[in-house]
């Protein structure tokens, strides 16, 4: 079957047509293949909502302003807001529709506030409406105080102004020209001896510039043998403690009785008693020896010389005959 030149005009006039009511649609925030689930909410005033304004909850959005018309409510002319939600999400009831300022430009968004009831919403149902104060009303609700406190204070400092004028005569004006020229003169001074030190430091920058390497150096080796001083302070510490524990007065009571004692043997030896004594104080003990060691020096002499003399053996039964004296 051959499909006509018209035919198949008219399939994309319709299509075009089609797509620009979806078209249109979307961009006054109606979807039309999204489930027809709506809510609404009634505001006082609104200032820059919009529709296709962004539904938010926790900042995702989860539709969109699809309508907005002015009703009369309890007798006042307010606002009616219609929102077409496009993600499948249960509203408890009792939540919030909080119309809210999205950019620095002054977009808006609805950001909803949800409740803690464990009943949910159905489509048709109306939230609770609840606006932020615009960028503009924050600012003069906070600068309102600050703009009293400012006329008080400009007030006080007129009558302050008066009453200096009144107090200060040309007397008190002299004398206080007289205060700030002291004031110029020791500012001056001050700037001379400012200028000293700089001199001062530029001659004596080498020096300066070595004590502080020096002090760096110090420094540096202080907090690389930081473990090594913290032992030898530990270990004088245990010195300390050790010395404060020991019996110091026993020590030195026997050392002093081991003197004394000391003393008195010193004193029979130089007195002769004892067998020290009598080595120390005693010749002839002293000839005695010598003359013993010479008698042995003579044997030992005779020993070598003649040994036949002390020593007698023969090895057929002979007998030798004793040497003579």
Known sequence: MKISREFKIGIVVIAAIAILVWGISFLKGINLFSPKYELYAVYPRIENLITANPLLVNGFKIGQVSEIKLINHHGKQQVLVKFNLTEDI????????????????????????????????????????????????????????????????????????????AILNAKTRKNIDESFEGVKRAILSLEQTAYKMDDLIGSEKTKISSVMSNLNQITTNLSKNGQKIDNILANVSNISDSLAKAQIKDAIANA??????????????????????????????????????????????????????????????????????
């Not at 149902?125 to 400012?150: G, M, Y």
């Not at 009598?278 to 010479?294: G, M, P, Q, V």
């Not at 003649?306 to 039964?317: A, D, K």
């Open 256 to 325: 002093d009785k081991s003197m004394k004692e000391l003393s008195i043997l010193l004193n029979k030896i130089n007195e002769g008693q004892g067998t020290l004594g009598k080595l120390a104080k005693n010749d002839s003990l002293y000839n005695n020896l010598n003359k013993s060691t010479a008698d042995l020096d003579k044997l030992l002499k005779d020993l070598r010389i003649n040994p036949e003399r002390y020593i007698h053996f023969s090895v057929f039964g002979r007998k030798y005959p004793k040497p003579k004296d």
């Open 90 to 165: 249960q509203i408890p009831k009792g939540t919030i529709a909080r119309a809210v300022s999205s950019d620095l430009l002054g977009s808006k968004a609805v950001e909803l506030i949800f409740s803690e009831s464990q009943q949910f919403v159905a489509t048709g149902d109306t939230l609770l409406a609840e606006t932020e104060q615009s960028l503009k009303e924050s600012f003069n609700r906070q600068i309102a105080p600050i703009q009293a406190k400012a006329e008080k204070l400009i007030g006080g400092m007129d009558s302050v102004m008066s009453v200096i004028n």
